[in-house]
């Protein structure tokens, strides 16, 4: 059953139709992780509505979170009749729409999702980063430079806990829960995991088939009260180098839906009975055209960007939808005008303060720092330095519905499989 009544409701919240903005006071992405933790435990402060669970059954032993990174409630209504798997959630379950947090990007939804924490709290706000201790810019997640060099080897004395700090959501669930998350090897062993995913058991997989294996076998063997979160990046890899509408994009989808069928379908009576599973997903995908995505170094920016302590222009943060701008005292008004032909919504503090963009709760001091002075949302394409980001098709982090809308797909196992 899908929650068409949501989406629209979520649409006339936008100053356009071609914008969607975090809706944090109900459904939102960032409240996913206070809704596991009312199901299994612990520590809640804002769950989604109670109606995402309309027609479903919550009381069960065990939770499992499939997060399908990129696959947006656009791209789920879309193709779910051709994956079984999919299929079988629209049909005997139940998906309601969410936004996802900005900048609708993994960086700072999925820091979202394992801390329960908004944006504005975290303080994480995109693939590319500043941590002002070091002056150094980061590739957030992977934690490197730009050119790849580890963060630490590059920066002696910078670790993880410089770009997330504070308690996990695994940290607040309630004593005896079992949380644990599936995530391919290499992530799961990256610092930033090791900090994001305090108080969680790491079970690293290698393909999808694996990863529907593992779930299958954590579930089998429970014993007592469980949380597991199964991170599947596949598709959002695909988006990017392909787009949503390419064979490869299906196929893995394809794949991703078999593996599921397969695995799930074997779960006892018992197990299924005791089951709620979750769908849902950080961040949707708008494809843009490489051809005409956008070449940041055309607007003549660096005269009015902050100085790094060498002198050089702070270059801009975020990333291609999401155009993160410090800018030097006196300049606000000069980098507006250079960026007028640009087709993007331009906000400054205020006005990115007045929409509860990056959440609305008080902000923190990390947020505080980080926050850019104007920010430019590119409308349809994608805008930055030239190179690989700019050949992506498959792009988010913006404010288009296509990457805004996510799925909360609901469903016990025993409703799902019978």
Known sequence: MFRHDVAADLRSRGADERTVL???GDYCFAN?????????????RRPLPDDVFSGV??????????????????QWRREHADHQFFARMSERGTVTPLTSVYPSETAAAMSTMHTGRQPAEHGLLGWFGYVEAFDAVLRTLPFTTLDGTPAPEAHPGIDASHLLDGETVYERAAPGVDCRLLQPRGIGASAYSARANRGAENAPYDDVEGM??????????????????????????????AGTRSDAYRATLSDLSAALERELDRLDRETTRETLLVVTADHGH???????????????LDAHLRRRPDGTPLQALGGPRNVQLHLGDGHHE??????????????????WRARDLFGDRVPTERFERRAPDLLAVPHDLGVWYPGAQLRFVGM???????????????????????
Do not use: I
């Open 212 to 241: 529907a294996r593992a779930l299958r076998r954590v579930l089998k063997g429970a014993t007592d009260p469980t949380y597991l979160l199964a991170y599947v990046p596949d598709l959002d890899t695909v988006a990017h180098e």
């Open 334 to 351: 000069a980098a507006r005008e250079a960026l007028s032909s640009l087709d993007a919504t331009l906000l400054d503090r205020e006005a």
């Open 22 to 24: 975090p809706a944090y």
């Open 57 to 74: 059954e919550t009381a069960a032993r065990h939770v499992v979170v499939l997060l399908v990174d990129g696959f947006g409630y656009r």
């Open 286 to 300: 708008v494809d843009t055209d490489p051809d005409r995505n956008v070449d940041l170094d055309g607007f003549a």
């Open 396 to 418: 988010h982090g913006g404010l288009h519905p296509d990457e805004m809308l996510v799925p909360f797909a609901a469903g016990r196992l025993d409703d799902l499989y019978p």
């Open 32 to 44: 996913v992780p206070d809704t596991v933790l009312s199901l299994v435990g612990g520590d809640v």
